[in-house]
Nanobody, 118 residues
Framework: QVQLVESGGGLVQAGGSLRLSCVAS????????MAWYRQAPGKQRELVAA??????????DYQNSVKGRFTISREDIKNTVYLQMNTLKPEDTAVYYC?????????WGQGTQVTVSS
């Protein structure tokens, strides 16, 4: 059974930084595309950033609103994916979810709250 556990969320002032971590267990982590999504109150869940497996190039993709501010990375030896968030804005406030695209199905973490005060 795959489990994704996020950490690193919290309350930060606008302009500050946070680093989210997601540890995966029970899967062949290195083979899978990993991503971060977020969901703000009253809004749909949206893709923030994704990173492919190292074997397929480790390419990254970002939502336009976070390009240049957020960086996704992975450390396969630790089964961990990170989201470094800099220059945070109040509109980044949301629950952030870790996502794994497995071979036959996808998996979600339980989410971690990020709140950016103005």
């Amino acid at each position: 059974q795959v489990q994704l556990v996020e950490s690193g969320g919290g309350l930060v002032q606008a302009g500050g930084s946070l680093r989210l971590s997601c540890v995966a267990s029970g899967s062949t982590f290195s083979r899978n595309t990993m991503a971060w999504y977020r969901q703000a109150p009253g809004k749909q869940r949206e893709l923030v950033a994704a990173i492919s497996s190292v074997s397929t190039g480790g390419s990254t993709d970002y939502q336009n609103s976070v390009k240049g501010r957020f960086t996704i990375s992975r450390e396969d030896i630790k089964n961990t994916v990170y989201l470094q968030m800099n220059t945070l804005k109040p509109e980044d406030t949301a629950v952030y979810y870790c996502y794994q695209q497995g071979q036959f199905r996808s998996y979600w973490g339980q989410g971690t709250q990020v709140t950016v005060s103005s």
